[in-house]
């Protein structure tokens, strides 16, 4: 496959990673030929004659496959009729496996000295997961302040891991040029391998649909996730699969919300100086495809939106106490966002919305006390009872 600038148009080989007006590429997908499989196949390769790599043995066969959900229960919250896609059931627990399973099956095809990624953690875990069950040497950048949490979650997989100070947006640019030096394969979070394998979470959220959703909601960090999802509709639309795309709605959070900000005030994406969130694992203040999100917003009638703090807290909770679900704060933010959306009179209680959730909470949780009572065990029946009059 060659890689097209979603933006020019211009059309080169298969190696680019950004084209010269300085816009990312994808890969020039042909999908005269598509139709949904029959088989039964299951998971990112699926989609194997729209990927750029064959599968290998290994994790990248686990890669796939979540589970879309209804949850009647987050409705009156979100102000829509909503599903869940959630990906925390990934076997690191992401999307990010993806994107992994495609970009080191690639590697590992072209024989290069290392594949490596640069991220806050998930991808990080992700990549390094993915290389482990294929030999490949991997090496991990991650920015100077990172828990010992997430290093440690890293770590079991043996890559190595390099702690870098300085900017973390530039980071991913030098990166790339390093490893065109040294042939280390590194698949960022946009680069045009990671968003072929991350674009199969819309193909298989369509597939298991009833149809098409009106709205597709979830978060957005350096655009790598948003532009694979852009991209599978715009295929699906191709092969005459599906008539129009649905509007496709990206959360930040407020505090660190450079592409919200961008397509608030109609101007490009520009770096931005960020505050701490929560929302740890999207806080890009520099995305490579930030442009690329705004115009999949702009082309699908969506938008980008920032949240608050409090607003993805609450978020966190609702999704675990009426849906039973575990993300972390990172994901939340889409809820949070859709929740925005509806009170603006953008979504309304008809529309039918799909929320991507991109990652478990579980790896994120600090065992912060509850206020569990401690009752012995001849009082029991008469506290149980107490509390079942409460409820």
Not at 209 to 238: M, N, T, Y
Not at 339 to 350: H, I, K, P
Not at 360 to 368: I, M, P, Q, R, V
Request: glycine share 8%; charged share 25%.
């Amino acid at each position: 496959m060659n890689t097209r600038c979603y933006s020019c148009d211009e059309v080169s080989d298969a190696t680019r990673i950004r084209c010269d007006c300085g816009e990312p590429v994808w890969f020039d997908t042909d999908t005269t030929a598509f139709e949904w499989p029959t088989d039964d196949v299951r998971g990112v390769w699926r989609y194997a004659s729209l990927l750029p790599a064959a599968p290998t043995d290994g994790l990248g066969w686990a890669a796939g496959n979540t589970p879309l959900l209804r949850t009647p229960r987050l409705d009156e919250y979100a102000g829509c009729t909503l599903w869940v896609k959630d990906e925390a059931e990934n076997p690191t627990g992401t999307f990010k496996d993806r994107g992994s399973a495609v970009a080191v099956a690639a590697a590992e095809a072209r024989d290069v000295n290392a594949v490596g990624t640069v991220s806050h953690g998930n991808m990080a875990m992700s990549t390094a997961a993915h290389a482990a069950a294929t030999g490949l040497p991997c090496v991990v950048l991650v920015p100077d302040d990172i828990s010992e949490k997430r290093l440690a979650a890293i770590s079991q997989y043996e890559p190595e891991i390099i702690r870098v100070a300085g900017d973390y947006g530039k980071l991913y640019f030098d990166s790339l040029e390093l490893g065109e030096e040294l042939g280390i394969e590194f698949v960022n979070s946009d680069v045009p391998l990671r968003v072929a394998g991350q674009k199969t979470v819309a193909l298989e959220l369509i597939e298991q649909f009833d149809g098409v959703p009106d709205a597709i909601c979830l978060p957005v960090s350096s655009g790598g996730q948003a532009s694979g999802v852009w991209k599978a509709l715009r295929e699906l639309k191709e092969a005459n699969l599906i008539d129009a795309l649905p509007r496709l709605y990206f959360v930040q959070a407020a505090n660190c919300d450079p592409i919200a900000e961008a397509f608030r005030e109609g101007h490009e994406v520009r770096p931005i100086d960020p505050e701490p969130t929560a929302a740890y694992s999207i806080a890009n203040a520099n995305p490579p495809s930030g442009n690329r999100v705004l115009a999949a917003a702009a082309e699908t009638d969506g938008a980008v939106v920032s949240v608050s703090e409090a607003a993805i807290h609450d978020a966190t909770g609702n999704l675990a106490t009426k849906a039973g679900l575990c993300v972390e704060p990172s994901s939340a933010v889409a809820l949070a966002g859709l929740r925005q959306l509806a009170e603006r009179g953008e979504v309304d209680a008809t529309d039918r919305v799909a929320l991507i959730l991109t990652g478990t909470g579980f790896k994120e949780l600090d065992g912060a006390a509850t206020d569990a009572p401690s009752v012995p065990l001849a009082k029991l029946d008469e506290h149980l009872a107490t509390v079942l009059g409460d409820t």
